[in-house]
């Protein structure tokens, strides 16, 4: 059974850093990336950003880029999302995602499996 578990979400303030964890399990991922959204009240799920798990290509959304780092640690079969300079607008459920190669990893519609989400709120 696949499973893509995170956790580290919280309540933080504006200005902090948090790290979300995604752990896999179930299938080899080698050939997936795997992608981070998120999704706010009322608003439709939105990339954050993907790395490839072989070779650690990564791509960013412009909101995110220079404050949010993806990698992985193929020895814990862990993707991680660092999240520094956080800012109230951030604040939403995060979700990690795997989706095989050759897809667009920013469309949430192409991936494959999910995880159950971990709530992110940052105040002003």
């Known amino acids: 059974q696949v499973q893509l578990v995170e956790s580290g979400g919280g309540l933080v303030q504006a200005g902090d850093s948090l790290r979300l964890s995604c752990v896999v399990s179930?299938?080899?991922?080698?050939?997936?990336?795997m992608g981070w959204f998120r999704q706010a009240p009322g608003k439709e799920r939105e990339f954050v950003g993907a790395i490839m798990w072989s070779g650690g290509s990564t791509s960013y959304a412009d909101s995110v880029k220079g404050r949010f780092t993806i990698s992985r640690d193929n020895a814990k079969n862990t993707v991680y999302l660092q999240m520094k300079s956080l800012k109230p607008e951030d604040t939403a459920v995060y979700y990690c995602?795997?989706?095989?190669?050759?897809?667009?990893?920013?469309?949430?519609?192409?991936?494959?499996?999910w995880g159950q989400g971990t709530q992110v709120t940052v105040s002003s």
């Open positions: 995602g795997a989706a095989p190669y050759g897809r667009r990893w920013s469309l949430s519609g192409e991936y494959d499996y």
């Open positions: 179930g299938r080899t991922f080698s050939r997936y990336a």
